[in-house]
């Protein structure tokens, strides 16, 4: 866990995983085919911590055949969504709630 500065201030050249990291909204065609719907607006909280956030300000990386989303405050992951020929697998484990607005 990374305690030692706000997200916001972080310098993302100095982010380890910053290869693999996307933005989020790279995500967002992945997120649709599962939804069917735009959940980058969409506000989820954070299971381990509780921060709450739009999808869109989840951290993604690309990992093997999927998409990982972690919480920008405490780097758990949220959401893991795996598209194989066959099917998608969504792990949502990581997230308290997801909330899919209606209309
Ligand atoms: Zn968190």
Same mark, same amino acid.
């Given at each position: 866990m990374r305690?030692?500065?706000?997200?916001?201030?972080?310098?993302?050249? /100095?982010?380890? *995983?910053?290869a693999l990291m996307l933005d989020a909204n790279a995500a967002a065609g992945i997120l649709y085919d599962v939804f069917s719907a735009e959940m980058t607006a969409s506000p989820t909280e954070c299971a381990h911590c509780g921060r709450e956030g739009e999808v869109g300000t989840l951290l993604a990386f690309m990992q093997g055949p999927g998409i990982i989303l972690r919480c920008p405050a405490c780097e758990n992951v949220v959401l893991r969504v795996v598209r194989t020929p066959g099917a998608i697998?969504?792990?949502?484990? *990581?997230?308290?709630?997801?909330?899919?607005?209606? /209309?």
């Open positions: 305690e030692d500065k706000a997200v916001d201030e972080m310098d993302p050249n /100095g982010w380890p *995983g910053q697998f969504l792990d949502a484990r *990581g997230a308290a709630y997801l909330c899919l607005r209606r /209309g």
